[in-house]
């Protein structure tokens, strides 16, 4: 699966849910991530540290020993569920029971996590004790009320925020299941095992059964939440959608590692941060009080976002890797101010972005090309600017390409979400889109000057057209012979549909050996997936984390640097990647 992951692929969703208990038994440095889904595990790596040679060799020597270990090490989590859903008793007749049946069968069983995906912290939970097939409602609802317990097919689940779905909703639980802020952010986890315990509607229960505990969350606890249009993969509760979000970290985890899970009994509810603070500036003669404002917002554009290069090691959870579409732009701005490469700073799509300082900075902009000005004053892009206080900067809209990142010396010092302040917008993590009055703290000036300015070959980037290399996808054989090579050999257009999730492509259609439903699979930014209609879609940054087309090929990080500034209209032509 392109240049950072291994498609792993077996017989069944129970030995899917094995496949993942072993890797994550025996998971060595490396490892950013372990995705599974109904049939497959994706594994993620930094091939600095763990090569996909060395990947492949560990997948097949791990061991089923040590994935019984840890499943019986797996926390048990016991979620009260008041069984008073809009669909019970219309779903026990459909199966032939009553709804006190209905809710025995389903508070007797056992479940287990066997995958996330629809959405941040929404687990897809199997059971050996649980023989029913329960089909999904005809018509979706528009929106599902966070904390909805429902039933689709095999499956249970709740439901952590508010969203469409099409799910048959039997009960309630006040569980928090998804907080970013939390040292844990998601309760329930692949591998943990669940128990629901029957309380009445708007109860709790008083204390949590031994060997266990029991997640209800206090009145007025804050869940994540997050727009209901989003998008759907895995098996989604709303049915299937073309293109889905969903990757991030939990800020104490280690680079490239993993949080371990909570131990079963030892889980509280943790309330929020809410604390930005931006530290003094460096020489600066009075040092802005924690909080204070650099910049403020007069006009957002299109879209303007915080991005910083993402949370990576959290798809697991649901949550997608974000972060600036091109990293390469972003790196640089960081670099023209002495910043750390990863310092989060201002992505403007397509321009029309004005801010003014609310006290002494420099800026540099990078990647998308255009007029910038300083109190009327043109100024140079891929160049360190004083930026005086009450000093307005406009950058207009943009000539060539269609994201530009406006980075301040010390960087925006937006709270950190899952150990990054990068804006998931299509799953509502991190600081939300920019809007004309926002003030932007700057983070304390770092220790490293600005440094001279080089003579540089920048440019305006190339939007007319682009050439995109690929690497092999997972699914070549679900293509006709043919397809590869209209692939590389036509000349694609990037159409209207095209936004920080994906970029859906005009052109010839890549045919089909298989028309049959892809059972969902892990995605990484890049993927190049194709629906039935034969026209595919490159996943971006803020893309799904599963998904149920098949992947043909997809684009390595650095080609996704040029899709970044690919804007509607642009012609896309592909190559074959080199070797590494």
């Not at 993942?20 to 930094?46: H, I, K, N």
């Not at 709740?158 to 039997?170: K, M, N, V």
């Not at 997809?554 to 032509?573: E, F, S, Y």
């Amino acid at each position: 699966m392109g240049e950072h992951a291994v498609l792993v692929e077996v017989d069944s969703l129970d030995a899917a849910v094995a496949l993942r208990a072993r890797l994550e038994a025996t998971r060595p440095p490396g490892v950013v991530d372990l995705v599974p889904a109904a049939r497959t595990v994706l594994v993620r790596v930094d091939p600095a540290r763990l090569p996909l040679a060395a990947v492949r060799s560990w997948v097949a020597g791990a061991t089923t020993d040590a994935a019984a270990a840890a499943t019986a090490d797996a926390p048990l989590v016991e979620l009260e569920v008041g069984y008073d859903g809009a669909d019970l008793a219309e779903t026990a007749e459909l199966l032939g029971l009553s709804a006190d049946e209905l809710v025995r069968a389903h508070a007797a069983a056992e479940w287990t996590v066997a995958f996330t995906g629809f959405a941040p912290g929404f687990g897809y939970l199997i059971s050996p004790d649980w023989t029913f097939d329960v089909p999904r409602l005809p018509s979706p609802r528009t929106r599902v009320p966070r904390g909805a317990v429902g039933l689709a097919a095999g499956f249970t689940g709740a439901y952590p925020r508010d969203t469409p779905g099409g799910w048959r909703l039997i009960g309630t639980t006040s569980a928090a299941l998804f907080d970013p802020d939390a040292a844990s952010p998601v309760l329930l986890s692949p591998g943990t095992r669940v128990r629901f315990r029957p309380v009445a509607p708007g109860g709790r229960r008083a204390a949590a059964p031994s060997g266990g505990h029991t997640a209800a969350a206090p009145s007025g606890s804050r869940s994540s939440a997050a727009p209901s249009g989003s998008h759907a993969a895995a098996a989604p509760p709303g049915g299937r959608r073309a293109a889905a979000p969903s990757g991030g970290r939990a800020a104490a985890a280690p680079s490239g590692g993993r949080r371990a899970a909570a131990p079963s009994d030892s889980r509280t509810a943790t309330a929020p941060s809410d604390n930005e603070t931006a530290a003094a500036p460096s020489g600066s003669a009075r040092a802005p009080r924690p909080g204070a404002p650099g910049l403020q917002v007069l006009e957002s554009g299109l879209l303007a976002t915080v991005q910083d290069l993402g949370r990576a090691g959290s798809a697991s959870w649901g949550v997608a890797r974000s972060g600036a579409l091109d990293r390469g732009a972003l790196r640089t701005a960081n670099r023209l101010l002495g910043n750390p490469e990863d310092a989060a700073a201002v992505e403007v799509t397509m321009g029309a972005f004005r801010a003014v300082a609310l006290r002494d900075l420099w800026f540099a902009v990078t990647g998308a090309w255009g007029p910038i000005r300083l109190d009327g004053r043109e100024r140079d892009p891929y160049e360190a600017h004083p930026w005086p206080a009450g000093a307005q900067l406009q950058l207009d809209w943009f000539d060539a390409g269609a994201r530009a990142y406006l980075a301040v010396r010390g960087g925006i010092d937006a709270a950190p979400v899952l150990g990054s302040r990068a804006s998931d917008v299509l799953a509502g993590i991190g600081r939300p889109p920019l809007r004309a009055g926002d003030a932007l703290p700057v983070d304390a000036e770092p220790a490293d000057a600005i440094p001279v300015a080089v003579v540089a070959p920048w440019g305006a980037p190339h939007d007319d057209e682009i050439e995109v290399a690929l690497a092999p996808g997972p699914r070549a054989d679900w293509f006709a012979a043919s397809a590869l090579s209209v692939l590389y050999e036509a000349v694609w257009t990037v159409t209207t549909d095209a936004d920080r999730v994906g970029m859906r492509l005009d052109g010839p259609a890549l045919a089909r050996t298989r028309t049959d439903e892809l059972p969902s699979e892990g995605m990484v930014p890049g993927a190049l997936q194709v629906p039935p209609s034969g026209r595919p879609t490159i996943l971006l940054a803020d893309g799904p984390v599963t998904g149920g087309y098949p992947v043909l090929a997809v684009a390595t990080d650095a080609a996704l640097d040029l899709l970044a500034q690919a804007r509607p209209g642009t012609r896309v032509r592909f190559r074959h990647a080199r070797p590494a």
